[in-house]
């Protein structure tokens, strides 16, 4: 799907994206969106962070929090969101405590919002948990996990899922469609503003043409393109 429409757009006011990759992964990952947003007019700020090292309340208080407050002192008009995966729980935790009133729209990509059954059967063992750290073991599908003690998104949020996968071990474990680590399912969110699934392995999604391209719209337009899919 071309990307090149989109990206002609030009923003009256100064807009922030932050961009927030998955569990085990750095910025690097999230560099073919970053282009595309520059490209699309937004300020885009591509956050490196050790996904590894912390639980998710300490990730999102540390991480999103400062990212927010760079936006905020470099005079940001709005703030929005792209996440992959784990960064999307970050945002939310760190939403359900702090205000941002310059808040935007966010868009998350394969994000585990009610937990993932790998992490149901996998969490308990010592690889898993040398591997994933604190975030990785907080994302069950249990009601007491972190994604289902969050509560619903109480802003604009639009969810982008993937349906392919290469991981076949992993999607023996989940049940329905899946990407490969988080169910079609499990990535939906109560409040969510709107939803679509496209043809994307999860590690793959941040730099998937068709995903970058309804990312945008759904920046510009509070929704996804649903006549292209």
Not at 70 to 95: K, P
Not at 115 to 128: K, N
Request: hydrophobic content about 40%; proline content about 5%.
């Amino acid at each position: 799907m071309a990307i090149a429409p989109l990206l002609s757009h030009s923003l009256e006011a100064r807009e922030d994206v932050i961009l927030l990759h998955g569990l085990c992964r750095t910025s690097r990952s999230m560099i073919v969106m970053e282009r595309a947003l520059t490209q699309a007019g937004y300020t885009v700020l591509n956050v490196d962070y050790p996904s590894r090292s912390e639980s998710i309340e300490r990730l999102g208080e540390d991480v999103v929090g400062k990212a927010v407050a760079d936006c905020e002192r470099d005079g940001a008009v709005r703030i929005n969101f792209v996440t992959h995966s784990l960064g999307g729980i970050l945002v939310r935790s760190y939403l359900a405590d702090h205000p941002v009133p310059a808040l935007g729209r966010v868009v998350m990509l394969g994000p585990p919002n009610q937990g993932s059954e790998v992490v149901d059967r996998l969490g308990g063992w010592w690889l898993f948990k040398k591997i994933n750290g604190p975030a990785g073991n907080e994302l069950g599908t249990g009601k007491d996990s972190v994604p289902n003690r969050l509560g619903p998104a109480n802003f604009c949020t639009g969810v982008i899922a993937g349906n392919l996968t290469i991981n076949w071990i992993n999607s023996l474990i989940i049940p329905g469609s899946d990407d490969g680590k988080v169910s079609v399912e499990r990535t939906r969110l109560a409040g969510m503003a709107d939803h679509i699934v496209i043809s994307s392995a999860h590690p793959f999604l941040m730099r998937n043409a068709s995903a970058i391209r309804q990312t945008i719209y759904f920046l510009r337009n509070g929704k996804f393109d649903h006549t292209t899919v």
